[in-house]
């Protein structure tokens, strides 16, 4: 999977074309017309059956939305929960789409310490720490347990329980991105972090590596305030997904096609793998833009915004549209869990 691009070969052309062409026919007035922010109800159904296949947490009905890709979820996510000059905490290195949506949005990046097993789970409370030394108040930390980009590691067990408790203590949301989480060689899985934290983590994921990319779909799931800010922010952006994908994509897994598919994409990749068990030669915190990292505060104390704490006024039409989310203060859950285990 060079770059992220996944084998064109493995397409299914021939079905795609049924399924866009059953959808078209059959209910076109759903088809080829703007679907809910949130997703068609029908897909959001299917997903959440999906994640509870794989997972013990199955996120209630407004607790996922759709989105247009992996990455439309993470600029999404960001938008709501982070105002500018506010730090997102970042494996190291890591994905650099990832950063280039933070830093789009004016949140800065700030590295959290990694070994050869991956991210060390306490560096989350370090950097927690000396982020507002650097005017950069952290909102919440991102993280790629599953075969991480670009490192490749799988994240333990025991760290991501570690994990999700370093989150909780801190106060700041986990932000999973489960891409490669499906396409594990020997078709395993480990717990995810949405599983083990369901109060703290909003998962976000793509089905540009298990579909297609050029139907442009994936997903978040998270705490549900959460998620309603982020269908709030999809309003202003693209205001939907595809609804002729989403029904695509609805029948693909509902028929069976997205499970009996799955053993065929594990099959093709492990001979074209570089074999990485750790981080590729020339990969270091100082080679990805705009990061900072947590051991590291500028001798002034002050933000690339200026005095610590501070943040430059936003512009009228950005300022109205973050009033209408909740504050990130606002996002620190009480109440009753509504989450249901799985086999519930």
């Known amino acids: 999977m060079g770059r992220g691009f996944p084998d064109p ?25 703007y679907a809910s922010k949130r997703g068609l109800a029908s897909l959001r159904q299917t997903l959440r059956d ?26 999404l996510v960001t938008t709501a929960l982070a105002d500018p000059g506010n730090a997102v905490l970042v494996e190291a290195p890591t994905y650099l789409g990832a950063c280039a949506v933070f830093t789009a949005n004016e949140a800065v990046p700030v590295a959290m ?12 409370l370090d950097a927690c720490e000396t ?15 599953d075969f991480q980009n670009p490192s490749g590691l799988l994240l333990s067990a025991k760290r991501r329980a570690e ?4 989150a909780r ?10 891409a490669y989480r499906d396409l594990a060689f020997d078709g395993a899985y480990l717990p995810s972090i949405y599983e083990l934290g369901p109060d703290v983590t909003v998962q976000v994921g793509t089905f540009s590596k298990t579909f297609t990319p050029g139907t442009r779909l994936g997903w978040a799931c998270g705490p549900e ?20 994908s989403q029904c695509m994509l609805n029948a693909y897994i ?12 594990r099959a093709a990749y492990p001979g074209r793998s570089d074999g990485r068990g750790h981080r590729p030669a020339g990969l270091s915190p100082a080679r990805v833009p705009g990061l900072r990292t947590a051991g590291k505060v500028r001798p002034s104390g002050r933000g690339r915004h200026g005095s610590a704490g501070t943040v430059p006024p936003l512009n009228p039409v950005r300022r109205a549209r973050r009033r209408r989310h909740p504050s990130p203060a606002a996002l620190r859950l009480s109440g009753p869990r509504r989450h249901r285990r799985r086999g519930q």
């Open 9 to 33: 070969t493995l397409f299914d052309s021939q079905l795609l074309s049924e399924l866009a062409a059953k959808a078209v026919s059959t209910a076109p007035e759903v088809a080829l017309q």
């Open 50 to 75: 999906l994640i509870a296949d794989t997972q013990g947490q199955v996120p209630a009905e407004d607790e996922l939305i759709v989105t247009s890709g992996g990455v439309d979820a993470l600029t």
């Open 113 to 124: 310490r990694n070994d050869d097993e991956g991210l060390v789970p306490a560096s989350l």
């Open 131 to 145: 982020a507002p030394k650097q005017g950069a108040a952290p909102k919440f930390a991102y993280v790629i347990p």
């Open 163 to 166: 994990l999700v408790a370093a």
């Open 169 to 178: 203590e801190a106060g700041v949301i986990i932000v999973e991105d489960v």
């Open 225 to 244: 305030v959460i998620i309603s800010a982020i269908a709030e922010v999809k309003t202003t952006t693209d205001q939907c997904a595809s609804a002729l």
């Open 254 to 265: 509902s028929e069976g096609h997205f499970t009996a598919g799955l053993p065929q994409i």
